[in-house]
C-alpha cells in the first residue's frame, strides 16, 4: 500500500487507513474516525487509490472486502453529489 493513501487516509472521513499497522499484530484494517464531509474530487482520489488496492490482490479476505464496502459506500456518497449538482444546474438553466 503506498504512503499517500495512507496520509489521506489517516486525514479523511472513516477510510480504512491500512492493513498490517504496526501497532496491530492481527493485520486488521483500522478505521478512521469520520470527522467531516469530504470533497468531491476528494472522495473520487480515494476510491481510485482503493482500487488500486485492491487491484494489486495483496490483502487478506477481511481487508479487501472492508476496502470494497468502503468504496462501494465512496460511490454512493459522489453519485450523490453529482445528482445534487445536476439538480442544481437544472434549476439554474430553468431561471432564464
Known amino acids: 500500500m ?28 483500522i ?3 469520520k470527522k467531516k464531509e469530504i470533497s468531491f474530487e476528494e472522495s473520487l482520489l480515494n476510491l481510485e487509490e482503493i482500487v488500486q488496492t485492491l487491484e494489486k490482490g495483496d490483502l487478506k479476505l477481511d ?9 462501494i459506500k465512496l460511490v454512493k456518497e459522489c453519485q450523490k ?3 445534487t449538482a445536476e439538480r442544481k444546474v437544472e434549476v439554474l438553466m430553468e431561471k432564464e
Open 2 to 29: 503506498n504512503y499517500r493513501f495512507i496520509c489521506q487516509t489517516e486525514r479523511l472521513a472513516s477510510l480504512p487507513v491500512h492493513a498490517g499497522n504496526p501497532g496491530n499484530d492481527r493485520g486488521e484494517i
Open 31 to 33: 478505521m478512521a474516525e
Open 63 to 71: 481487508d479487501s472486502l472492508k476496502f470494497f464496502e468502503q468504496g
Open 81 to 83: 453529489k453529482l445528482e
